[in-house]
């Protein structure tokens, strides 16, 4: 779904198990590594071995002790985890300019005028009348996706008594794949450094005739056989990814949901604040 890279493979993960093992000058450069893994790119072998106060030879040697051929393919190899989002790989020594309260607020209008720039209020509306027509809403996401489903579920869950939220901690998958059913609808959060489980999940809704709704950002390379793809910009001045334009459209599409829920989902509302009261809860 997305460019990922194993734990055992990034080029922190080979220092770190080598790091006790190297010499002085290796470690040196080594540390120097560590504190801005993500500046590899930015370095020739020379420049490198400048900044770190080391000889050539030391860059080579260090270089294939972790395991890769040449320079290059380390410099790749960080590339590579740069693209699948790593924060770690994101962050640079040195900061940017651009880093600025108001640069924040100016990225973020823009990743939100981006996003909804390419959304149709029909399809929105035609998914807000699916969700509440569906048998069961289920909603999924993985790693930092969790958060996005787990949020746009709980806005909804208002109307719709029916919206779940998998896994619940201590579960797997597999128990909710074999649950879809044609009538369901399936929300899957799939941006940046979602797992595999995200395209195989919407797969088997779809093998199952349930409906799919699939939020995606630029990095998502194939969300699988989904019903609607939403994309969302996410760019951002540092190495977190910026999600305004996320949280907005979950919001967007919940709003929708409630406005369109008609008077069963304001009995149910009703129903929630009384019992608000019954609990001697805060609303």
């Not at 080594?30 to 400048?50: K, M, N």
């Not at 005739?209 to 969302?232: E, F, K, M, R, Y």
């Amino acid at each position: 779904m997305s460019t990922t890279i194993s734990a055992k493979g990034s080029l922190v993960a080979r220092i770190t198990r080598q790091l006790e093992s190297l010499s002085p000058t290796e470690r040196r450069l080594a540390e120097f590594l560590l504190d801005f893994p993500g500046d590899l790119p930015s370095y020739t072998a020379t420049e490198l071995a400048d900044a770190a106060r080391v000889s050539n030879a030391a860059v080579t040697r260090l270089i294939q002790r972790l395991g890769y051929d040449t320079y290059s393919e380390a410099r790749r190899q960080v590339r590579l985890e740069q693209k699948a989002g790593s924060p770690l790989m994101l962050l640079g020594a040195e900061g940017k300019a651009g880093d600025t309260l108001r640069a924040h607020l100016e990225l973020s209008v823009q990743n939100l005028s981006d996003t909804y720039g390419g959304l149709s209020e029909d399809m929105l509306d035609r998914i807000a009348r699916a969700m509440l027509a569906a048998k069961r809403v289920w909603f999924a996401g993985f790693r930092n996706n969790h958060s996005f489903a787990a949020y746009l579920r709980w806005q909804v869950f208002r109307v719709i008594e029916t919206a779940i939220l998998l896994p619940v901690a201590g579960e797997t998958i597999a128990e909710y794949a074999v649950t879809l059913r044609k009538g369901d609808l399936l929300v899957v959060f799939a941006l940046r450094r979602s797992t595999p489980a995200s395209v195989r999940l919407i797969r088997q809704a779809a093998r199952a005739g349930a409906g799919v709704l699939c939020v995606v950002d630029a990095t998502t390379d194939d969300p699988g056989p989904a019903t609607w793809v939403i994309s969302c910009q996410t760019r951002a001045a540092g190495p977190l990814d910026n999600h305004v334009a996320v949280i907005g459209l979950a919001h967007f599409i919940a709003t929708r949901v409630l406005e369109l829920s008609g008077r069963e989902g304001r009995r149910r509302m009703a129903a929630i604040e009384a019992a608000h009261d019954a609990f001697d809860e805060e609303p």
